[in-house]
């Protein structure tokens, strides 16, 4: 297994290879690398490559694994960190250009962890700055391009580390989620990506948007990566105010789940919240969500409608808190307004917002997102997940402002935003898969499910893409 097949296996099939030595982690960094030297020019998925490191690294790993100490599926597997999580002695930019040569002493939790697993570092994503906004058109490093056509955008704030895995610059990635800045650029580029429950994975060492709507979470080609990355950075984090003692399991064991004669979800029942998610959307994009609609009802699950009115106050309420507790975060990490000439003129102006929003406002926004939580965990006793569009549209092409949906007008953060606030305003997971194609790009199918019930969520997602294989597609751009 050479070139392109290499960069897009999988890490579920690579942990077996690299652990019997039929494939050599340097071997994959090596073809990680000069795919990133060919490519990343084009598509601005890395800031900082770290191709010593990596090497360094993958030459420990595969000495280590030669002595029989293999540490786990994510051994010597190379992997992409977006630009605002913290990597002690290699600069983290957060997107920002006063952090340019910023260089933390400290590794962010979620790096420690995945140094422990065994994993290489490839290098650092591009992202929207400050990881504020959802297309990674970034003034001071480049506009991230799509990998399935270079015109249109990979969606964010994660968009580096979405067009790093969807290319085949790096077997998997992590990235961080406040509005949607995970599923929105594993939607647009044909990946999956997943936000964990709030306070599942630690956020210490992650530069804040809005701390509590902030999640850390897995980016990767397949459910099956997701789980395994999700394993490994999982976990209680006592520097972390947010961090929950729970359990982690074992995610990738449980995708197999119940089997029944070819109806694997048999049993369970799934929510179409018709009044709020089903509405104003493209298409050509609610034809592949209705016809994965289908496809869980052939897998034996029960689809039924549910009513959740609170959900309309989603968008409100999350602009209202992460407006107010980005410029906090921004004030006490003495970013603004000392180095506000060096903002964009976008990211400055919802920072310069974020001093108006009154206190009865912040307060009136928790008190909705109570009530969501609330409303949600009424319908989570009748139903295991909710079944949604990840966003409406495809992805637009850079400078779009406005798109046309249902014949209203519409922002594209706005459009972005929509269908995926109100996971993070309620906290429960979510994950985004693919689900087909449109203009010939990607469409996202959105799983919201139980809190803490990870594991659940992605077996219902990983029996999705077995039974469709859009996750197995693969750019047309290439090497």
Same mark, same amino acid.
């Given at each position: 297994?050479?070139?392109?097949?290499?960069?897009?296996?999988?890490?579920?099939?690579?942990?077996?290879?690299?652990?019997?030595?039929?494939?050599?982690?340097?071997?994959?960094?090596?073809?990680?690398?000069?795919?990133?030297?060919?490519?990343?020019?084009?598509?601005? *998925?890395?800031?900082?490559?770290? $191709?010593?490191?990596?090497?360094?690294?993958?030459?420990?790993?595969?000495?280590?694994?030669?002595? $029989?100490?293999?540490? $786990?599926?994510?051994?010597?597997?190379?992997?992409?960190?977006?630009?605002?999580?913290?990597?002690?002695?290699?600069?983290?930019?957060?997107?920002?250009?006063?952090?340019?040569?910023?260089?933390?002493?400290?590794?962010?939790?979620?790096?420690?962890?995945?140094?422990?697993?065994?994993?290489?570092?490839?290098?650092?994503?591009?992202?929207?700055?400050?990881?504020?906004?959802?297309?990674?058109?970034?003034?001071?490093?480049?506009? =991230?391009?799509?990998?399935?056509?270079?015109?249109?955008?990979?969606?964010?704030?994660?968009?580096? *580390? *979405?067009?790093?895995?969807?290319?085949?610059?790096?077997?998997?990635?992590?990235?961080?989620?406040?509005?949607?800045?995970?599923?929105?650029?594993?939607?647009?580029?044909?990946?999956?990506?997943? @936000?964990?429950?709030?306070?599942?994975?630690?956020?210490?060492?992650?530069?804040?948007?809005?701390?509590?709507?902030?999640?850390?979470?897995?980016?990767?080609?397949?459910?099956?990566?997701?789980?395994?990355?999700?394993?490994?950075?999982?976990?209680?984090?006592?520097?972390?105010?947010?961090?929950?003692?729970?359990?982690?399991?074992?995610?990738?064991?449980?995708?197999?789940?119940?089997?029944?004669?070819? @109806?694997?979800?048999?049993?369970?029942?799934?929510?179409?919240?018709?009044?709020?998610?089903?509405?104003?959307?493209?298409? +050509?994009?609610?034809?592949?969500?209705?016809?994965?609609?289908?496809?869980?009802?052939?897998?034996?699950?029960?689809?039924?409608?549910?009513?959740?009115?609170?959900?309309?106050?989603?968008?409100?309420?999350? =602009?209202?808190?992460?407006?107010?507790?980005?410029?906090? *975060?921004?004030?006490?990490?003495?970013?603004?307004?000392?180095?506000?000439?060096?903002?964009?003129?976008?990211?400055? @102006?919802?920072?310069?917002?974020?001093?108006?929003?009154?206190?009865?406002?912040?307060?009136?926004?928790?008190?909705?997102?109570?009530?969501?939580?609330?409303?949600?965990? +009424?319908?989570?006793?009748?139903?295991?997940?909710?079944?949604?569009?990840?966003?409406?549209?495809?992805?637009?092409?850079?400078? =779009?402002?406005?798109?046309?949906?249902?014949?209203?007008?519409? =922002?594209?953060?706005?459009?972005?935003?929509?269908?995926?606030?109100?996971?993070?305003?309620?906290?429960?997971?979510?994950?985004?898969?693919?689900?087909?194609?449109?203009?010939?790009?990607?469409?996202?199918?959105?799983?919201?499910?139980?809190?803490?019930?990870?594991?659940?969520?992605?077996?219902?997602?990983?029996?999705?893409?077995?039974?469709? $294989?859009?996750?197995?597609?693969?750019?047309?751009l290439d090497a």
């Open positions: 297994m050479r070139g392109r097949e290499l960069a897009f296996s999988s890490i579920a099939e690579l942990a077996g290879l690299i652990r019997s030595r039929r494939v050599s982690p340097v071997e994959l960094v090596e073809a990680m690398l000069a795919r990133v030297e060919h490519l990343n020019p084009q598509l601005q *998925a890395y800031l900082t490559v770290t $191709g010593e490191l990596a090497r360094a690294q993958a030459r420990a790993a595969e000495a280590e694994i030669r002595r $029989g100490r293999w540490r $786990g599926p994510l051994h010597g597997i190379p992997i992409a960190l977006k630009d605002n999580i913290q990597t002690g002695g290699i600069r983290t930019t957060a997107g920002a250009r006063f952090l340019a040569e910023f260089v933390p002493a400290e590794d962010a939790a979620v790096v420690a962890r995945l140094q422990r697993a065994g994993a290489v570092l490839l290098g650092k994503t591009n992202l929207h700055e400050f990881a504020y906004g959802v297309t990674t058109e970034n003034p001071h490093y480049g506009t =991230t391009r799509n990998p399935w056509d270079v015109h249109r955008i990979a969606g964010g704030s994660s968009g580096g *580390a *979405a067009a790093a895995v969807a290319a085949g610059l790096a077997f998997a990635s992590v990235g961080t989620d406040t509005g949607g800045s995970i599923r929105i650029p594993a939607a647009l580029c044909g990946i999956t990506g997943l @936000k964990p429950t709030y306070g599942r994975v630690s956020l210490w060492g992650v530069v804040p948007l809005a701390p509590s709507l902030d999640h850390v979470g897995p980016l990767a080609r397949s459910v099956e990566d997701v789980a395994i990355l999700l394993g490994a950075i999982a976990g209680w984090d006592r520097r972390d105010p947010a961090s929950v003692r729970r359990p982690v399991s074992d995610f990738y064991a449980a995708l197999q789940g119940r089997q029944s004669r070819g @109806k694997p979800l048999r049993g369970l029942r799934l929510g179409l919240a018709r009044n709020f998610f089903l509405a104003q959307v493209q298409s +050509e994009v609610a034809q592949s969500f209705w016809a994965a609609v289908e496809q869980f009802a052939k897998l034996g699950a029960d689809v039924v409608d549910v009513h959740l009115p609170r959900l309309a106050d989603a968008e409100e309420a999350g =602009t209202t808190i992460s407006l107010a507790e980005a410029t906090w *975060a921004h004030q006490q990490a003495g970013y603004f307004p000392a180095h506000a000439e060096a903002y964009s003129a976008e990211v400055r @102006k919802r920072i310069e917002l974020g001093a108006e929003v009154r206190a009865v406002d912040y307060l009136v926004a928790r008190e909705r997102q109570r009530q969501l939580q609330n409303e949600l965990a +009424e319908v989570f006793v009748r139903v295991h997940a909710l079944l949604a569009p990840t966003v409406p549209v495809v992805a637009p092409r850079p400078g =779009t402002q406005v798109v046309v949906l249902a014949g209203r007008e519409e =922002t594209v953060r706005t459009a972005l935003l929509r269908f995926n606030r109100p996971s993070n305003l309620a906290g429960c997971p979510a994950v985004s898969v693919p689900c087909g194609f449109a203009e010939g790009l990607p469409v996202g199918l959105q799983l919201v499910g139980r809190w803490w019930e990870e594991a659940e969520l992605l077996r219902l997602a990983h029996a999705y893409q077995q039974a469709t $294989g859009f996750h197995r597609q693969r750019p047309p």
